[in-house]
């Protein structure tokens, strides 16, 4: 189990519980990213000032994972973010539509989430014997 899996589950998360109902198909148009969900919802974010695409925890406030509220894509700009799409409760569905605005709108993506993500895998909880 990885580490985001096993917050997830703290949380009181099913593991397989995603937002991966999303078939996200992501497009650049008249100086916006758009996101279509699948389902309908389309969600737009002006590229103009974009310097890279950020997965955000969602904490509530607090700094345990226990109180988070899910992840959010948004694109990091200097005068701040903007969100892309509603929070998600799973962070796979986040970094894949994440992933996808960082090719459709040739962004990198920001150095934190990179970190963040890089580790997935690595940590695995002991267990009680």
Known sequence: M??????????GG??????QAAAWHVYLEGGEVVAEDGR?????????????VR????????????????????LARADGD??????MSDWQAARDLAQQVCRTAELPLD????KLFSRVGQYTPTRST
Do not use: C
């Open 82 to 87: 903007v969100l892309l799409g509603k929070p």
């Open 40 to 52: 309908g919802a389309a969600h737009r974010a002006a590229l103009g000032g974009a310097r890279s």
């Open 14 to 19: 099913r593991p397989g519980q995603t937002d």
């Open 2 to 11: 990885g580490l985001f899996d096993w917050i997830g589950r703290r949380r």
């Open 111 to 114: 150095e934190l989430t990179e």
């Open 55 to 74: 997965v955000v925890p969602l904490t509530g406030g607090d700094h345990h994972p226990r109180s988070g509220g899910g992840w959010q894509v948004t």
